[in-house]
Structure formats: structure tokens, C-alpha cells
């Protein structure tokens, strides 16, 4: 059988029996490529450290500002936006930072821009900052108080 041009593929079995890879045929792979690089894209980014969530737990329980908890971030690069950063499934924002004097800043998961949040005694300023390869992150504070 002319098996590179058939769509096929053979899942590969160790000396257990466990699965330990998939053999697809060089016709089924030009289906698959455009897809499996998308994940591999994805997969391949450095390692992300844990979100910092009992620092935003701890800044939820020690919250003194004078207005309820906010949970809504948007972006502000490619417009993505959520009511509540935590209940999205799939995820559309990373917590990155979660700091007890109040500043939050989370990753956008569609164009990893920063979206940093300052809460302040009575209000809360946004600050979207585009994505940069060099991950210098400048920090203009307090701009514009
Ligand atoms: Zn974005």
C-alpha cells in the first residue's frame, strides 16, 4: 500500500504497553501541522511560574480600600475582557502579581500584554503594557495622580 499518501497513523506501544507516541503518515501530518504547531507554540513558552493566588487571597481578606472587590480586567492592547479573571474558562488573564499595597497585575493570554491595577484608598488606575520581547518593564508610578 502506498502509505505516505494515505491518511493514517500507528500509535506507538512500549514494552508495557503504554502509549508513548503517535506515528502519523507524512499525508495526515500536512492536515495536522497547522494545528499541532499552534500547540506546540503554546506549550513551548518558558515556564510560567505559579500564580501568585494566596497573595490575592491575602489581599482580598486584608481589603481596605473603599469599594468592593474589583475582578474585571480588560485589555486594554487587543481588547479582551473578563467580568471575573478567576471564573473564566478557558482563562483569558494570568494573575502575575498580587501585592498587599494593592497593585495586581495579570498577563493577557491572548496578546501577553500587562494589564496592571493600582488600587488606590478610593480609586483604581489601569495600565495596559504592550507585550515586549526584552521583558523590560517600565513602571511609570504614579503617573498622572
Ligand atoms: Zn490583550
Known amino acids: 500500500m502506498g502509505k505516505s499518501n494515505e491518511l493514517n497513523y500507528t500509535t506507538l506501544f512500549d514494552a508495557q504497553g503504554e502509549c508513548f507516541g503517535v506515528l502519523v503518515s507524512p499525508a495526515l501530518w500536512e492536515h495536522l501541522k497547522g494545528d499541532a504547531e499552534a500547540h506546540i507554540g503554546h506549550g513551548c513558552e518558558p ?32 481588547g ?53 520581547e526584552t521583558k523590560t518593564y517600565k513602571f511609570d508610578a504614579y503617573k498622572g495622580r
Do not use: M
Open 47 to 78: 515556564e510560567q511560574p505559579p500564580e501568585p493566588l494566596a497573595e490575592w487571597e491575602n489581599l482580598k481578606s486584608s481589603w481596605d480600600f473603599k469599594y468592593p472587590i474589583d475582578t474585571d480586567v480588560q485589555c486594554g492592547v487587543c
Open 80 to 132: 479582551a475582557s473578563t467580568e471575573d479573571w478567576e471564573k473564566d474558562d478557558p482563562r483569558k488573564f494570568r494573575l502575575k502579581t498580587a501585592n498587599f499595597t494593592g497593585i495586581v497585575s495579570f498577563q493577557c493570554l491572548q496578546c501577553k500584554a500587562r494589564i496592571l491595577k493600582r488600587h488606590f484608598t478610593d480609586k483604581i488606575t489601569v495600565e495596559t503594557q504592550p507585550y515586549q
